[in-house]
């Protein structure tokens, strides 16, 4: 192989990846159902470009694994669950895992009380948030999802890194696919940060300032700074009371009292979650609420060409790369050394994946909506 292969993004079978990603949680003592779990919340993630969310994180898992910072085979417990409402102790788990137990609990007591939250501490990070709102809106329900992370973010006016990057999920079924937001509020994921390290790219200029209180494009910079809120005051101001309602109502830690696991793989972060789910049957009914959330989506189209809304772009994505995915170089490395850690063999890749080839070779499967979600990709940036 020569130096520019090594270099160029290349190709993969989709079941290839979460094979090997299950196997890479294996080794670790994950049981079998639940590193599937995970594996495929991480592919998909990058299915949907949330690359931020994707694999990048299997050798963060595996290393806060080997290290005791999350637990193979957490002990869940439920406490406080009563009626609509619940307290679970994920146990340190992967947060998958915990999330996992909270949507299963959350969709049967919504449908039984016609709304449920549930209220998370003692977990970690949980993937994309549409993984989880996903299986909501499948039943016609309604979700609403916050967390708290590590400690990246100032809050608006400050450089003291106080919040995290505070993530809102808010997703609504149709009768086509949900309306979905998925989206940090600090101006930039730091996955996304770490992502353009890994990639030898700079961030965008309003996504942080460094250990001086001052802006940078270097995603190192801001790694030793602080990331900034989305939105100025507004932003803040919301980034706050996500870390109030994902931390208050449990013994989960605030960011400003916690190390992350990407500093201290060791690090038992204790992230809390809150999960809100409404039963659309127990308010104007499934069937009106889907076709009035569609009439929404449309209206949205109609107001110009291109316009996209919330979470169409990453459920266009998701259809294109439901077979192959591609892989950045730096990614690339990075999985081929965990797999040499461990002793497993990352997947052959298929072939080269140019910038222009891949779309080329499925255009003409493709609509002209999805060619508009695509050609806007910067548009709809999510966590």
């Known amino acids: 192989m020569t130096q520019n292969d090594e270099d160029a993004a290349r190709l993969f079978a989709v079941e290839e990846l979460v094979g090997f990603a299950r196997a890479a949680l294996a080794t670790q003592g994950v049981p079998d159902a639940d590193a599937a779990l995970v594996a495929r919340s991480l592919v998909e993630a990058d299915q949907r470009g949330i690359a931020s969310h994707g694999l990048l994180r299997l050798p963060l898992y595996v290393s806060a694994l080997r290290h005791g910072g999350i637990t193979a085979r957490p002990q869940l417990r439920f406490e406080n669950a009563e009626g609509a409402t619940a307290v679970l102790d994920g146990d340190a788990g992967l947060g998958q895992v915990v999330m996992q137990a909270a949507v299963d609990w959350s969709l049967a007591h919504a449908a039984a009380h016609g709304i449920s939250a549930v209220a998370v501490h003692n977990s970690s990070h949980y993937g994309a948030g549409r993984f989880w709102t996903d299986q909501l809106t499948a039943h016609g329900m309604i979700g609403i999802l916050t967390s708290t992370t590590g400690p990246v973010t100032a809050p608006f ?97 605030f960011a400003f009292d916690t190390q992350d696991i990407w500093e201290s793989p060791a690090s038992r972060m204790n992230n809390g979650h809150l999960l809100i789910t409404l039963d659309t049957r127990a308010f104007a009914g499934r069937e009106t609420v889907e076709s009035r959330i569609s009439d929404l989506a449309g209206a949205v189209h109609a107001a110009g060409e291109g316009v996209l809304v919330p979470g169409e772009r990453e459920y266009v994505l998701h259809r294109r790369n439901a077979a192959r995915l591609a892989l950045g170089a730096g990614l690339i490395a990075d999985l081929r050394a965990l797999a040499r850690e461990l002793g497993l063999e990352l997947p052959a890749a298929a072939e080269a994946a140019s910038e222009a080839a891949p779309r080329q070779a499925e255009e003409d499967t493709t609509t002209a909506q999805d060619r508009c979600a695509e050609e806007k990709t910067t548009a709809m940036e999510e966590s």
């Open 157 to 253: 006016g400050g450089v003291r890194t106080v919040l995290g990057t505070n993530p809102l999920t808010v997703a609504m079924p149709s009768t086509g696919e949900p309306l979905t937001v998925d989206m940090a509020t600090s101006a930039g994921a730091l996955g996304k940060v770490m992502a353009a390290k890994q990639a030898g790219e700079r961030i965008p200029a309003d996504w942080a300032v460094d250990a001086h209180g001052e802006p940078t494009t270097d995603p190192d910079a801001a790694i030793g700074g602080a990331l900034l809120p989305f939105g100025g005051h507004k932003g803040s101001g919301l980034s706050v009371l996500i870390e109030g309602l994902s931390a208050a109502l449990t013994p989960a830690t």
